[in-house]
């Protein structure tokens, strides 16, 4: 049975997330609880199946002989902090359509890694009866959501400056982030404009995926006025997108080599890393590097891996991202991205957004979607592992997360597939990123069609 991907359990509610399922997982998590405190801390994001969902998670989490920490309707960063030192299941599906949700699981701040994930699979699985009716677990109300905003806004002011006189425009998308992100930047002084502020399951905003078409109102409300940066947020807060002052977003890699080389310079480790993902820019690498720190990659979905393993081989992880979503160690385990807007706006207050993003070499940048169905997608990705290197015999060939290419120029591809849907995906960045697009997608077109004929 496989029920997690790259973030978690994630689908329809009609037939993939339902309230059977989350009792099993319910049960499952409850088996993990510490026995000494047994408790699991349930959140929810606004989506209109939350509240069931929700339910049927506690049903099966008492059942399975712990208490829940209710904390009811918050970010996603709030649950994971909440569950420091216990377990902790949010149901939410991020930037998915609102006819989706999810399951994420967490101990001690830290989503589940692939192990747990295993053993929770196996337990749904074989979905053990209830505990003796004498063992049933009790249910509490907690409310965390002052206690991570003041954390929040304590944790970013060491960095960067006041932000008095900062003028930010947040796009909450009808998510998680209004009940955070607006606060968080007032208290430390900025000026704040919320937009679709109001928390609905229906998002009637925008879309809950935060993407340029998506943020145009955000872009044009900055453009239009005297703003001096924009955050856009999806469902549930882990994802930040920035807006510079011109109503332009800033390229989620520059965000996070920017906040990449900060972290790097601020530290005093001896062995200040970075982790991040295969398919982000060699932008990073440039910044960590000239900062005196190194880079770190690791699969997409698995930050808390990667730096689970960087820790064990000696090195001191002082940030860690993937494309749009944050770890701020210093902080917490957990992606998070009211802190990182929280941090990146200090460094805009202290520098200027211009300033941050003077040394950081922007070289053009793409992403491409070619459809693979899902029992063809191993086939083609084996194919790809022979047939894309043939294509660019100078590059140095990475098959640890899919296929890299590294090119002596400094361009670089990675092809990978995808974890949610039924794609296989294509990063490329390069001076020539059209040309390198388009020999590398009739690559994947052939592997796919190939793999697809003998499935």
Not at 117 to 131: C, I, K, Q, Y
Not at 383 to 389: H, S
Request: glycine letters at 10%; charged letters at 25%.
């Amino acid at each position: 049975m496989d029920l997690f991907g790259t973030a978690g359990i994630r689908g329809s509610v009609r037939t993939d997330v339902t309230p059977a399922l989350a009792m099993a997982v319910g049960r499952a998590v409850a088996r993990d609880a510490d026995a000494e405190d047994p408790a699991v801390v349930v959140g929810r994001d606004g989506r209109t199946s939350g509240a069931a969902l929700a339910a049927a998670v506690e049903a099966g989490v008492l059942s399975g002989g712990a208490t829940v920490e209710r904390i009811g309707v918050v970010p996603t960063p709030a649950l994971a902090f909440a569950s420091r030192g216990r377990h902790g299941v949010m149901l939410t599906a991020s930037h998915n359509p609102p006819g989706d949700n999810g399951i994420k699981c967490f101990v001690d701040g830290v989503e589940y890694d692939r192990e747990r994930e295993r053993e929770v699979e196996r337990r749904v699985e074989t979905d053990a009866p209830p505990v003796e009716w004498d063992e049933w677990g009790d249910t509490q109300a907690t409310d965390v959501l002052d206690d991570y905003r003041s954390a929040v806004v304590d944790f970013a002011r060491q960095f960067g400056a006041p932000l008095d006189g900062l003028s930010v425009v947040v796009d909450c998308g009808n998510g998680m982030g209004a009940l955070a992100t607006p606060a968080v930047l007032r208290a430390l002084g900025a000026s704040v404009e919320a937009l679709h502020a109001n928390v609905d399951g229906h998002f009637p905003g925008r879309e809950s995926k935060p993407t340029p078409e998506s943020l145009t109102g955000l872009c044009r409300y900055v453009a239009d006025g005297d703003a001096d940066l924009g955050i856009g947020h999806d469902g549930d807060a882990d994802r930040i997108v920035v807006v510079d002052g011109e109503g332009e977003i800033v390229h989620e890699d520059t965000v996070l080599a920017i906040l990449a080389e900060r972290y790097v310079r601020a530290s005093d480790a001896a062995d200040p890393v970075v982790v991040t993902t295969p398919n982000a820019s060699a932008r990073i690498d440039d910044r960590v590097t000239e900062a005196g720190g190194r880079v770190e990659r690791v699969r997409l979905g698995a930050l808390h891996e990667g730096i689970a393993q960087a820790r064990e081989a000696g090195g001191t992880v002082v940030f860690a991202a993937e494309p749009w979503k944050h770890v701020h160690p210093a902080f917490g385990g957990w992606i998070d991205a009211v802190a990182s807007a929280a941090v990146f706006a200090r460094h805009v207050a202290s520098e200027g957004l211009s300033e941050l993003r003077a040394p950081v070499a922007e070289r053009p940048y793409r992403k491409v979607s070619v459809a693979c169905p899902d029992d063809a997608k191993g086939a083609a990705m084996e194919r790809l592992r022979t047939t894309l290197p043939e294509a660019f015999p100078e590059a140095a060939v990475d098959t640890e997360h899919g296929v890299r290419l590294d090119r002596p120029d400094g361009s670089w591809l990675l092809v990978r597939p995808s974890g949610t849907e039924a794609y296989v995906r294509l990063y490329a960045e390069s001076e020539a990123v059209d040309e390198l697009v388009a020999t590398a997608r009739a690559t994947i077109e052939r592997a796919v069609e190939a793999a697809t004929e003998g499935a």
